[in-house]
């Protein structure tokens, strides 16, 4: 009971701003990291030499991931509103309008569930919207190239790599609570 009373109030705004700067500090901390480990798997016969400031595409996929996580979190009445916080605040920071920011996120998820179809787990969606976006199939021995799929062995590596970048709702609720 105590604890409640403890925890910090966010309006729908204040959660907006978390989300996005958790987000984007996660993605600002860990891409190099990520990077350098694509760089170095074994699954690729000649290194992506993918740069660590190069992190736009992986932004975007950590971002769709986890917004596509929001309305089996909360009710759906206020993942729109958040939602459309979010969208408002990723177009500033595109130098774009919110409509122009949500087309885009629109635009990633359709992709995500092309390219993951049938299944719906968001971190294979992840994984295989890296290894598109990244265009890492150039990097492949020819067998998977041809085949134009991911080598599954990169697969499975990637996917332990791209959960760390989902949001931890348990940890963020132990912590937060929400305005009614």
């Not at 605040?89 to 130098?95: A, I, S, V």
């Not at 295989?128 to 041809?146: S, W």
């Amino acid at each position: 009971m105590l604890g409640s009373l403890l925890k910090k109030k966010l309006s729908d705004n204040q959660l907006a701003n978390v989300f996005m700067n958790g987000i984007l500090e996660m993605v600002e901390n860990g891409f190099g990291e990520v990077a350098q480990l694509i760089n170095e798997d074994p699954a690729f016969i000649t290194s992506p030499n993918i740069q660590e400031e190069k992190n736009g595409q992986f932004s975007m996929v950590v971002m769709v991931a986890n917004l596509s996580c929001l309305e089996s979190t909360f009710e759906v009445e206020q993942a729109v509103r958040v939602e459309q916080l979010i969208f408002d605040k990723l177009g500033k920071m595109m130098q774009a309008s919110a409509a122009e920011a949500e087309e885009t996120v629109r635009e990633y998820q359709k992709f995500m569930l092309r390219i993951n179809h049938p299944s719906k787990n968001m971190v294979y969606a992840m994984s295989k919207a890296v290894f598109h976006k990244y265009n890492l199939n150039d990097y492949q021995d020819e067998y998977f190239r041809r085949m134009q799929a991911p080598n599954p062995l990169f697969l499975k590596r990637m996917d332990a790599i791209v959960g760390n970048f989902l949001w931890d709702w348990d940890a963020f609720f132990k912590k937060y609570r929400i305005e009614d």
